[in-house]
């Protein structure tokens, strides 16, 4: 439906019934003929429209078993007073052509109105576009920046030149990956401490670092990693295993997903025993730093490791029912403090210490705290996330005291 562009500010809609079949023309021909005279001089649809104050006057209107029911628009460029009382004008049309009629008024619409809203809409969308666009733009610089600043940081380690990020040497624990592109995605994350074997044979680089550090295994979710872990444990000291996804490799994952796995991560023994690659377990041990040779141990000697094995099992089991922890010094405890408040009550203690046996997880908070307090051992319900384990450190768990 057409509506004339230079009468746009108000829209009058009514409808209209017929007892009768009536067409448009005639429709149009009672609205002019019955207003006629109506309204004054000033009023008059006629002279409004040539002026341009009232638009085309359209009409749609059907006709079904002797009736006739349509609809009227009138575009109207008058006050809303004006127009007003040209709408209630049209209620008194009561015959089109030889047939009774009835026009009812629908309302009148702001088309100013109705136009402001579709602006705004459509300037919200186009505003949407152009934010996209500046963020777009935004994270590619981003991503430029970061990608060069990642290939920057990486170094060459060892004899072999291998891939590795910039905090290998100095890190108490390494990631080892299998190429560059691990190392890469691996930096993009703010993870610094990778090495990658650069190929399928183990470097002595990588035999080298795992005798004196502690060396998570990351590798692909598919059977070429499992391949690679096998050689790693046949020649490597490794001291965890982190896979990516099967089906996925590590140079692909998202940051959530790396997270995770890493978090994930299972000691050798543990991942041996509920993975089967083929290997028998005596296969895989860790090789000593220093080779002692085996002393005999006296009876005397076995029943007094054994009673203070029980008793630390006892204190272990009371501590995990009151969710405390304990500080002791040569096997005696000097205190115990709730599990909330531990960590904090560990910060002020003054005593000298040298273990700590805890009813909660071993948390690297916790493996800091200990560190400062020159703390040796800590034994604990389970270890949690920690990445960080100073050598002079000892962490084990409840479970491994028992054996």
Request: net charge neutral; with cysteine.
């Amino acid at each position: 439906m057409y509506n004339d562009p230079n009468a746009a500010k108000y829209l009058i809609s009514a409808k209209i019934e017929a007892d009768g079949v009536v067409e448009r023309p005639d429709v149009v021909g009672a609205i002019f003929g019955q207003t006629e005279g109506l309204l004054g001089d000033d009023l008059d649809l006629r002279d409004l429209q040539k002026s341009g104050r009232i638009g085309r006057i359209e009409v749609e209107i059907k006709s079904e078993k002797g009736k006739s029911v349509g609809e009227i628009k009138i575009p109207s460029s008058l006050d809303q007073v004006e127009t007003a009382i040209l709408a209630a004008a049209l209620e008194t049309i009561d015959r089109v052509g030889p047939c009774r009629a009835h026009v009812q008024v629908l309302g009148i619409e702001d088309i100013r109105a109705t136009k402001r809203q579709r602006v705004i809409e459509r300037a919200k969308q186009l505003l949407q576009e152009l934010l996209n666009q500046g963020k777009h733009v935004s994270e590619d610089i981003i991503k430029a920046v970061r990608e060069t600043v990642e290939i920057e940081e990486i170094t060459s380690y060892g004899d072999e030149h291998l891939p590795a990020g910039p905090n290998v040497e100095k890190s108490d624990a390494i990631i080892v990956v299998e190429g560059r592109s691990d190392v890469i995605n691996l930096l993009k994350h703010g993870i610094k401490n990778t090495i990658a074997l650069n190929g399928t044979s183990v470097p002595k680089t990588i035999v080298e670092l795992s005798k004196k550090k502690i060396v998570t295994a990351f590798l692909d979710g598919d059977r070429g990693g499992d391949l690679i872990l096998k050689e790693l444990l046949q020649v490597a000291d490794i001291d965890f295993v982190a896979r990516a996804p099967k089906g996925y490799e590590v140079e692909e994952l998202t940051y959530k997903q790396l997270t995770k796995a890493l978090r994930n991560k299972m000691p050798v023994e543990q991942y041996l025993a509920t993975h089967d690659l083929g290997i028998e377990k005596e296969e895989h041990k860790e090789q000593p730093k220093e080779v002692k040779k085996e002393k005999k141990v006296d009876k005397k000697e076995e029943n007094k490791e054994e009673k203070k094995l029980s008793k630390l099992d006892s204190l272990f089991i009371e501590l995990n029912e009151k969710k405390e922890a304990a500080i002791l010094k040569n096997d005696k405890v000097l205190t115990r403090i709730p599990l909330n408040e531990f960590i904090d009550k560990l910060k002020e203690f003054k005593e000298k210490a040298d273990t700590i046996v805890t009813g909660g997880v071993i948390s690297q908070r916790l493996v800091d705290v200990a560190l400062q307090k020159g703390i040796n051992k800590i034994i604990g319900y389970k270890i949690g996330n920690v990445t960080k384990r100073p050598l002079s450190l000892k962490i084990i768990t409840h479970d491994k005291v028992k054996k």
